[in-house]
């Protein structure tokens, strides 16, 4: 069974802080993705990442960036948290380079900017 | 940009009523659907998903779901709900033509009471 493990279940970090969300999956899958999950907006893409230092822009990645050095591992950083960025990140993980491969989900960071 | 929508943000159901959740979306192109569900306190996992075939989709759970391509719709349903389905259920779609990003509906919370 694929696991994806994030490294805080909850958080909460001052306003101007820098952030770091970590994610990590156990399967060899190539693809990682971030997002966000607020009431009512359902889940938003930060960030994908298709292989180890390849990273890809999704719908809302203003205020964020990431890092895949290891195939298992990708990061979600918060360069200077905001109150806006209170929210529940989600990290995920695909098998293969294809566009049906179902995603695999962590727990999620709930993370609290104040 | 494609664009999911589900009408639905929050249902309320007795044990053993029928159940169905709608989700349309934007895109005219070829597609691949989803519906994710997430139990409280616990991490998404995928329910079901359409990919080709028969439009008529059974996941895990009882639950069904069917694609209309002339709606563009992928209704979610179950005939007789159980106090264990209550959870928030999100309708996603990709497809190749859209830079392989999975798009999220908004999320349905569904309550069943015993």
């Known amino acids: 069974d694929v696991k994806v493990t994030q490294s805080s279940r909850y958080l909460v970090k001052r306003t101007g802080e820098k952030v770091f969300l970590e994610c990590v999956q156990d399967m060899d899958h190539e693809n990682m993705f971030w997002y966000r999950q607020d009431p009512g907006l359902g889940l938003r893409l930060i960030y994908f990442s298709y292989d180890v230092k390849m990273k890809e822009k999704g719908d809302i990645p203003e205020g964020y960036s990431v890092s895949r050095e290891k195939k298992e591992r990708f990061s979600l950083i918060l360069e200077s948290a905001s109150t806006n960025q209170t929210s529940m990140y989600l990290c995920?993980?695909?098998?293969?380079?294809?566009?049906?491969?179902?995603?695999?989900f962590g727990n999620g960071t709930r993370l609290t900017v104040t | 940009a494609q664009s999911v929508s589900q009408h639905n943000h929050h249902v309320i159901l007795s044990e053993a009523a029928s159940l169905e959740l709608g989700c349309n979306y934007s895109y005219g192109g070829t597609v691949n659907l989803f519906w994710y569900v997430q139990y409280p306190g616990q991490h998404l996992q995928l329910l079901l998903k359409y990919f080709s075939g028969d439009p008529l989709v059974k996941g895990i759970k009882g639950f069904e779901a069917e694609f209309i391509k002339s709606k563009f719709s992928f209704n979610l349903r179950k005939p007789s709900v159980q106090w264990s389905d209550t959870a928030e259920y999100f309708c996603a779609v990709n497809s190749p033509n859209a830079g392989n990003m999975l798009t999220f509906g908004g999320g349905t919370r569904l309550m069943v009471k015993p």
């Open positions: 995920a993980s695909s098998l293969g380079a294809g566009w049906n491969s179902p995603l695999h």
